[in-house]
């Protein structure tokens, strides 16, 4: 089988899925993190693998940039391949005074100002994405064992990358740990389709701060925000 933007098979994909947004992550987690890969997906690029991680059975897949291409792949994910679990391993830029380049952080839920909750839910209704909590708890958990620092709380998911209108300040007063593009629609697809979800980010740069990470480095240097990630794959196994 296939559908339009994947071509594997059925059977190809783990029931549970890390997924990236940059396809170069996605490859990047294959080669290193996984034994027995198999690359099942080359579709526009956006590349997905199934491999073993400590003897489980693991899938990572690139979703591409925002809540439309993820919620792509989201879909044909779960409603075609029957995936059970798709946790996020992703970049953002920090927010909060107490967060740092490199952090590791932890969506607990996702504010945004896309429009696809009230899009969903209609006018006067206002939906709260959250994770997990299994997931969010085991992930936390892990992360205390492997000894990396991780910041739990409320995660900004941008409909624009480029918004000199959007106020960075009020979400950071009001206690927004960091922005990225894709959590919300993660986790409404979670409660529509009824999967797990969890969003496991690492700051790749300050808001309010000059210090920033590269392309290279946020492709290939985010290695604790990985093993937190494949850690609570198989815990949850």
Do not use: W
């Amino acid at each position: 089988m296939s559908t339009p933007h994947i071509s594997a098979e059925m059977g190809d994909y783990a029931d549970v899925v890390l997924l990236p947004g940059d396809p170069l992550r996605a490859k990047y987690i294959a080669e290193n993190f996984l034994d027995n890969v198999k690359q099942v997906n080359a579709v526009r690029n956006a590349f997905g693998y199934t491999g073993e991680y400590k003897g489980h059975r693991v899938s990572v897949q690139g979703s591409g940039m925002g809540i439309p291409s993820m919620s792509i792949y989201i879909n044909e994910l779960v409603r075609e391949y029957g995936v059970k679990t798709i946790i996020r391993v992703g970049s953002c830029g920090g927010i909060a005074p107490d967060v740092h380049l490199r952090d590791v952080l932890l969506a607990q839920g996702s504010s945004t100002d896309s429009a696809v909750t009230a899009n969903t839910f209609g006018p006067g209704f206002h939906f709260a994405p959250i994770a997990d909590f299994g997931l969010l708890d085991t992930a936390y958990h892990v992360a205390e064992k492997l000894g990396v620092s991780t910041k739990v709380g409320d995660i900004f998911a941008a409909d624009r990358f480029y918004n000199d209108e959007l106020d960075m300040t009020k979400l950071r007063d009001y206690g927004v740990l960091g922005t990225e593009m894709e959590s919300a629609g993660l986790y409404l697809l979670a409660a529509k389709l009824h999967f797990k979800a969890l969003s496991v980010l690492t700051v790749s740069d300050l808001i309010f701060g000059d210090e920033k990470t590269t392309s290279e480095e946020r492709e290939k240097t985010f290695n604790d925000m990985i093993k937190i990630s494949l850690e609570t794959a198989i815990a949850d196994k």
